[in-house]
C-alpha cells in the first residue's frame, strides 16, 4: 500500500513571501493531520482534519496558516506571509478513523527553510 | 494542556547492549502511548504502542513499559544494532480525537 505522499520536499524563500505545501493521505484514511517540527523538536499539531472537517486547529497560527481539504482526500497547507521562525519540516499524517489510538502514518515531510 | 517530557536527549551504546528511553507525561487522562522511530530525512515511523490497560508490551527486541501511577513510560530496546540508530520520540494521547503530543526526542547512536 502506497504511504502519504507530500510536496515540495524541500522549499526556500524570504520572510514574507507565502508558502503551500500538499499532502496525499494513505487511500482511505478518513483522518488526516499536519504536524510542524522545529529543529531538536517532536512533531506539533498544527490542524486535524476528519474527512474536509477540522477537528481540533488550536494550534494553528491563523493569522498567517491555513489548510484545507476540500473533498476529503488531499489537502494543502499554506503560509502567508512566512517568518523567519517558520523555518521547520511540515509532516502530514493519516489515520483510518479518529479516535480509539488509531495508528498515525506519517509522510517524509517538506522542509522549509525561511531566510 | 498535556506535557511529555523525554530523557536523555541523546544515548550512545555499543552494539549489542541495551538501550532505555524514558519520558513522562502530565495529563492523568492520556491513556494511549506510541513510540515513534524517525530516520534522517524521513517521516516518523510507529515502532511500538502501549495502551493503559496494559503494563508492559513486547516485539523481538523492543518492549515498552507503563506506569501510570507514576505517568512514567519507557522504551526498551535489547541486543541493538546500527540500524537502530535514529532520532526517537514518545508521545501521549487521550481516547477521543487522537491527537498526539510528542516528546522532544532522543537520538540514538549504536557504535559498532
Known amino acids: 500500500e502506497a504511504g502519504v505522499a507530500q510536496s515540495p520536499r524541500y522549499k526556500i524563500i524570504e520572510k514574507r513571501q507565502s508558502v503551500a505545501f500538499w499532502c496525499n493521505p494513505i487511500?482511505?484514511?478518513?483522518?488526516l493531520y499536519w504536524y510542524q517540527q522545529i529543529l531538536g523538536q517532536g512533531p506539533k499539531l498544527l490542524i486535524q482534519?476528519?474527512?474536509?472537517?477540522?477537528?481540533?486547529d488550536s494550534q494553528l497560527p491563523k493569522d498567517r496558516f491555513s489548510a484545507e481539504r476540500l473533498k476529503g482526500v488531499d489537502s494543502t497547507l499554506k503560509i502567508q506571509p512566512a517568518k523567519l521562525e517558520d523555518s521547520a519540516v511540515y509532516l502530514c499524517?493519516?489515520?483510518?478513523?479518529?479516535?480509539?489510538?488509531?495508528?498515525?502514518?506519517f509522510g517524509p515531510g517538506t522542509r522549509l527553510l525561511v531566510l | 494542556g498535556e506535557n511529555v517530557e523525554q530523557h536523555p536527549s541523546t544515548l550512545s551504546v555499543q552494539e549489542g547492549d541495551s538501550a532505555v528511553i524514558k519520558c513522562t507525561y502530565s495529563?492523568?487522562?492520556?491513556?494511549?502511548f506510541p513510540w515513534y522511530k524517525q530516520e534522517l530525512g524521513k517521516g516518523p515511523q510507529l515502532i511500538i504502542d502501549?495502551?493503559?490497560?496494559?503494563g508492559e508490551k513486547k516485539d523481538q527486541r523492543i518492549a515498552v513499559t507503563l506506569n501510570k501511577t507514576a505517568k512514567h513510560f519507557s522504551l526498551h530496546i535489547t541486543e541493538t544494532q546500527p540500524e537502530d540508530s535514529a532520532v526517537y520520540f514518545c508521545?501521549?494521547?487521550?481516547?477521543?480525537?487522537?491527537?498526539?503530543?510528542f516528546g522532544a526526542g532522543t537520538i540514538l547512536r549504536v557504535k559498532s
Open positions: 499524517a493519516s489515520s483510518l478513523l479518529a479516535g480509539l489510538q488509531e495508528t498515525q502514518y
Open positions: 487511500s482511505g484514511h478518513a483522518t
Open positions: 482534519f476528519q474527512n474536509n472537517g477540522v477537528v481540533d
Open positions: 495529563d492523568s487522562a492520556s491513556n494511549y
Open positions: 502501549i495502551r493503559s490497560n496494559v
Open positions: 508521545a501521549s494521547s487521550m481516547e477521543y480525537g487522537n491527537k498526539l503530543v
